[in-house]
């Protein structure tokens, strides 16, 4: 009637959709406030009071990945707008007729002003 292909078949289809079934219904983490929150924030839940006391760890992985993704977005924005004004701080130095060079220079100045001992040290040696 069934071949032994056909049942181990059936026994595999019927364990592999038992376990992905339990997987889904069991709900074993218990979120914490700022899981909580994340759960808000992503999306899945309304408010913090509708937040089950347990959610399944799937759907915990989710919403961490979410943030995570977020939080990553946000980060090269600010990157981004960063750079911006670190460019128009830049040349407006520049107009101005600052440089790194200039600066260095005025301080080597300033230093050997201040320090006449320290040049003539080095030559003692």
Same mark, same amino acid.
């Given at each position: 009637?069934?071949?032994?292909?056909?049942?181990?078949?059936?026994?595999?289809?019927?364990?592999? /959709?038992? &376990?992905?079934?339990?997987?889904?219904?069991i709900?074993?983490h218990?979120?914490?406030?700022?899981? #909580?929150k994340?759960? !808000?924030?992503?999306?899945?839940?309304?408010?913090?009071?509708?937040v089950p006391?347990?959610?399944?760890?799937?759907e915990?992985e989710?919403?961490?990945n979410?943030?995570?993704?977020?939080?990553?977005?946000?980060?090269? /924005?600010? &990157?981004?707008?960063?750079c911006?004004?670190?460019i128009?701080?830049?040349k407006?130095?520049?107009? #101005?007729?600052?440089? !790194?060079?200039?600066?260095?220079?005025d301080?080597?100045?300033q230093?050997n002003?201040?320090?006449?001992?320290?040049?003539a040290?080095?030559?003692?040696?």
């Amino acid at each position: 009637m069934f071949n032994k292909a056909a049942m181990v078949g059936a026994m595999v289809r019927r364990s592999f /959709g038992t &376990t992905q079934l339990m997987r889904q219904t069991i709900k074993n983490h218990e979120p914490n406030n700022l899981e #909580r929150k994340m759960l !808000v924030w992503s999306g899945k839940y309304k408010s913090q009071a509708e937040v089950p006391s347990f959610v399944s760890q799937e759907e915990m992985e989710r919403c961490r990945n979410k943030m995570r993704i977020r939080l990553a977005n946000i980060m090269i /924005g600010l &990157t981004a707008i960063g750079c911006a004004i670190m460019i128009y701080n830049g040349k407006q130095a520049a107009k #101005r007729g600052e440089s !790194v060079t200039k600066m260095n220079l005025d301080w080597h100045k300033q230093f050997n002003e201040s320090n006449p001992d320290a040049k003539a040290a080095p030559a003692t040696k």
